[in-house]
């Protein structure tokens, strides 16, 4: 048992992830699992637009459509079996879909389903006791469109333990279709804290595809080959110790800072980052170039985990059109700019004439004027810029009549306005999110195979205790004035590689850095106070900063940073993906022998 490895390749990191990873995995990764991640925050909300339209829907089809009909057959060939969180908020469809390939194939695969996650039919009881929001304490929305709980890895052990070669789960923790695997594999018990928080610690690095491969990353010119980056493999132990690697002779980087900056992605506080299986502590998590791509990674501890489970709802919010026009020539800026408006005031007029009421929200972006900067920002004399318009309205003709005005915008006011972005734009159900904790006794998980229901035992969980964490990484930093001595000033980016991503509207932010006698530097430059002074235009709420001194990084977790967030946003960047770089354009001041 000691010297028994199980390799797990990571094939999607959302729905719309490139379709050559798993083909890749499956042929060239000599791996004995596959699994798909493909449930982002913003992905419920658009599978449950789909569901609106058509009642077949709400599961991911390309897992279907694209990647299972081309490879079903190698996979059951190459005795590789398949977990994945396709099945959305439809998984039984998204498990008869599968089995109408695998007939039409003449392929015999058992294919188990995972439910229980779904918590619309206990709403009307959750609406009397006075459900809040997770993050800014609303109640319960009327129209609710979706509402389903993150399960943890115990329903996926038991149905491989069953004999499933593939796996469907609705929403479940996106690092638990990893940890499934190593607790069936290992015989992992439901009390292995150290060893479910390093199985859970493997899942969220291969969770988001090429993110621990190169992806992203900050030195982005040092990553070779985009075109075949190799999706991410992990090769466990049964002690926990697992090793990051890809498939040999793709492209990408497995580096010590890849697999940090992944480490870091999302997590908030990173002493008690709480998921249904296990209250994980990477604070103390180390990292070890083991090879060429190849990196090891240790210290991820574990409590037990809290009674209750997350659940994602998405509800209806009127509605939201955008609209793009590209404009060219001298002070294209400040054209953009009158021109957005001068739409805003035209429609505004309109609206009223037509017994209409006003926006419930609007936000111009001016593209190319490093506008996500905001006093940051470095030019306004682009020659090329695009005005972006984004609105929302409790009314669908409103957002019609503001989609026909667009166009006029070409022939009436700036010169050089060109490109509407493909065609005019359209007013969609504004769908947001929803967060909020349901104790775990009200949710019954169970696996559905071959006809038979079995209930899967859940264990309750209990409080976390606030003597568990380290005051240290809970408290946000205090302000601290830089050292004084013969220093200069250069970007952050000079010291530290960054990540950012996002959980609803809080946007997290990691810095890892590039070297550890940087790191003291960091600490004393890189205060909660500047980054939400240097995030200001962005931020609205709080600033916390967490120490992750195992890879000499810090995590810092921003308060209502991104306009609500996925389909709530009217941002460009919704999910934050710019913030890291935003912020690691910040001034940071350096011993010059540091340096040297």
């Given at each position: 048992?000691?010297?028994?490895?199980?390799?797990?390749?990571?094939?999607s990191?959302?729905w719309?992830?490139s379709?050559?990873?798993?083909?890749?995995?499956?042929?060239?990764?000599?791996?004995d699992?596959?699994?798909?991640?493909y449930?982002?925050e913003l992905?419920m909300?658009v599978?449950?637009?789909?569901?609106?339209?058509?009642?077949?829907?709400?599961?991911a089809t390309d897992?279907v459509?694209?990647?299972?009909?081309?490879?079903?057959r190698?996979?059951v060939e190459?005795?590789?079996?398949?977990?994945?969180?396709?099945?959305?908020?439809?998984?039984q469809?998204c498990?008869?879909?599968?089995a109408?390939?695998?007939?039409e194939?003449?392929i015999?695969?058992?294919?188990?389903?995972?439910?229980?996650?779904?918590?619309?039919?206990l709403?009307p009881?959750?609406?009397?006791?006075?459900?809040?929001d997770?993050?800014?304490?609303?109640?319960?929305?009327?129209?609710?469109?979706?509402a389903n709980?993150?399960?943890?890895?115990l329903?996926v052990r038991?149905a491989?333990?069953?004999?499933?070669?593939?796996?469907i789960?609705?929403?479940?923790?996106?690092?638990?279709?990893t940890?499934?695997?190593?607790?069936?594999?290992?015989?992992?018990?439901?009390d292995d804290?150290?060893?479910l928080?390093q199985?859970?610690?493997?899942g969220?690095?291969i969770?988001?595809g090429c993110q621990?491969t190169?992806?992203l990353?900050t030195?982005?010119e040092?990553v070779?080959d985009?075109?075949n980056i190799g999706y991410p493999?992990?090769?466990?132990?049964?002690d926990?110790?697992?090793?990051v690697?890809?498939?040999?002779?793709t492209g990408?980087?497995v580096?010590?800072?890849?697999?940090?900056e992944q480490?870091?992605?999302?997590i908030?506080d990173p002493a008690?980052?709480?998921?249904?299986?296990?209250?994980?502590?990477?604070?103390?998590?180390?990292?070890?170039q083991?090879?060429?791509d190849?990196?090891?990674v240790?210290?991820a501890?574990?409590?037990?985990?809290?009674?209750?489970?997350k659940?994602?709802?998405t509800?209806?919010d009127g509605f939201?059109?955008?609209?793009?026009?590209?404009?060219?020539?001298?002070?294209?800026?400040?054209?953009a700019e009158?021109?957005a408006e001068?739409?805003?005031?035209?429609?505004?007029?309109?609206?009223?004439?037509?017994?209409l009421g006003?926006?419930?929200?609007?936000?111009?972006?001016?593209?190319?004027?490093?506008?996500?900067?905001?006093?940051h920002?470095?030019?306004r004399?682009?020659?090329?810029?695009?005005?972006?318009?984004?609105?929302?309205?409790?009314?669908?003709?409103?957002l019609?009549?503001?989609a026909r005005?667009?166009?006029a915008?070409?022939?009436?006011?700036?010169?050089?306005?060109?490109?509407?972005?493909?065609g005019?734009?359209?007013?969609?159900?504004?769908?947001?999110?929803y967060a909020?904790?349901l104790?775990?006794?009200?949710?019954a998980p169970?696996?559905?195979m071959d006809?038979?229901r079995?209930?899967?035992?859940?264990?309750?969980g209990r409080?976390?205790?606030?003597?568990?964490?380290?005051?240290?990484?809970?408290?946000?930093?205090?302000?601290?004035?830089?050292?004084?001595g013969d220093r200069?000033?250069v970007?952050?980016i000079?010291?530290?590689?960054?990540?950012s991503?996002d959980?609803?509207?809080?946007?997290?932010?990691?810095?890892i850095?590039?070297?550890?006698?940087?790191l003291a530097v960091?600490?004393?430059?890189?205060?909660?106070?500047?980054?939400?002074?240097w995030?200001?235009?962005?931020?609205?709420?709080?600033?916390?900063r967490y120490?992750?001194p195992g890879?000499?990084?810090?995590?810092?977790?921003c308060?209502s940073?991104?306009?609500?967030?996925?389909?709530?946003?009217?941002?460009n960047?919704?999910?934050?993906k710019g913030?890291a770089?935003?912020?690691l354009?910040?001034p940071v001041?350096?011993?010059r022998?540091?340096?040297q």
């Open positions: 048992m000691h010297d028994k490895t199980v390799r797990i390749g990571g094939a990191g959302f719309g992830d379709s050559v990873g798993a083909p890749q995995l499956v042929r060239h990764g000599d791996i699992y596959l699994v798909f991640d449930l982002a992905t909300s599978l449950a637009a789909a569901r609106l339209r058509k009642p077949e829907l709400g599961y897992f459509t694209v990647t299972m009909k081309s490879l079903l190698e996979i190459r005795k590789i079996r398949v977990v994945s969180n396709a099945g959305g908020i439809n998984p469809g498990a008869q879909a599968l109408a390939i695998a007939a194939q003449d015999d695969v058992r294919i188990a389903v995972v439910e229980g996650d779904d918590v619309m039919p709403l009881s959750l609406r009397q006791a006075g459900i809040a997770l993050q800014k304490g609303l109640p319960l929305p009327d129209q609710l469109v979706s709980a993150y399960l943890g890895a329903p038991q491989l333990d069953q004999g499933a070669q593939v796996v789960t609705g929403r479940c923790v996106d690092s638990a279709v940890l499934g695997v190593l607790m069936h594999e290992f015989g992992w018990q439901a804290y150290d060893r928080a199985g859970s610690l493997a969220h690095i969770e988001c621990a190169g992806g990353h030195d982005w040092q070779p985009w075109p493999v992990v090769e466990c132990r049964a926990g110790s697992f090793v690697a890809k498939p040999p002779t990408g980087l580096s010590t800072a890849t697999v940090g480490v870091l992605y999302e908030g008690a980052y709480l998921l249904p299986d296990v209250t994980c502590d990477f604070t103390q998590v180390t990292l070890r083991s090879g060429p190849e990196v090891e240790h210290g501890r574990g409590r037990a985990p809290g009674p209750c489970y659940v994602s709802a509800y209806l939201r059109c955008n609209a793009q026009l590209t404009i060219v020539g001298i002070d294209a800026v400040a054209k009158r021109t001068a739409i805003l005031a035209r429609t505004r007029r309109l609206f009223a004439e037509n017994g006003d926006y419930t929200r609007t936000r111009v972006e001016v593209l190319g004027a490093e506008s996500c900067f905001g006093p920002a470095a030019t004399h682009t020659r090329e810029a695009i005005m972006r318009l984004a609105v929302t309205h409790d009314e669908k003709a409103a019609e009549l503001f005005e667009i166009a915008a070409g022939t009436s006011w700036a010169p050089g306005t060109t490109g509407s972005g493909g005019r734009a359209s007013p969609s159900p504004s769908i947001r999110q909020f904790l104790d775990k006794a009200a949710l169970t696996v559905v006809g038979v079995t209930a899967v035992t859940i264990p309750a409080k976390p205790v606030d003597d568990a964490v380290p005051a240290a990484a809970r408290e946000p930093a205090a302000c601290a004035e830089p050292a004084s200069i000033e970007p952050l000079r010291l530290a590689y960054g990540r991503g959980k609803g509207d809080i946007s997290n932010i990691g810095l850095a590039r070297r550890p006698e940087y960091l600490r004393a430059e890189v205060t909660a106070c500047r980054v939400a002074d995030l200001g235009h962005l931020v609205k709420g709080s600033v916390s120490d992750l890879f000499d990084a810090l995590n810092f977790v308060e940073a991104l306009d609500g967030g996925g389909m709530a946003s009217l941002r960047d919704p999910l934050g913030m770089q935003i912020l354009t910040m001041r350096v011993p022998s540091l340096l």
